[in-house]
Nanobody
């Protein structure tokens, strides 16, 4: 089992930056695909970015070129560097860990982009 604790959200002006962090415990971190999600209409969660155990990454189109996901396996941590933030990026961002059997969720961290 995995427990995830997300942090790093806050209030930032358009064009600014934030770095989200998610610390995992309780399992073998390096074997999981780690991702960041946010809410979309219909109360669904949209994949923002993920990174697998080999370091391959995936991004939703709206954040390509602005956000970067990375991981530090020695510290059981995944990061989301968010640059050139836009008001439409405002959301609660949820950390996720996925293996072949289970999906685990963190509590979410609020990102607000506003002047």
């Amino acid at each position: 089992q995995v427990q995830l604790v997300a942090s790093g959200g806050g209030l930032v002006q358009p064009g600014g930056s934030l770095r989200l962090s998610c610390v995992a415990s309780g399992s073998i971190f390096s074997s999981y695909t780690m991702g960041w999600y946010r809410q979309v209409p219909g109360n669904q969660r949209e994949l923002v970015a993920n990174i697998n155990s080999s370091g391959s990454t995936k991004y939703t189109d709206s954040v390509k070129g602005r956000f970067t996901i990375s991981r530090d396996n020695a510290k059981n941590t995944v990061f989301l560097q968010m640059n050139s933030l836009k008001p439409e990026d405002t959301n609660v961002y949820y950390c996720n860990a996925q293996d072949h059997m289970w999906s685990y969720w963190g509590q979410g961290t609020q990102v607000t982009v506003s002047s």
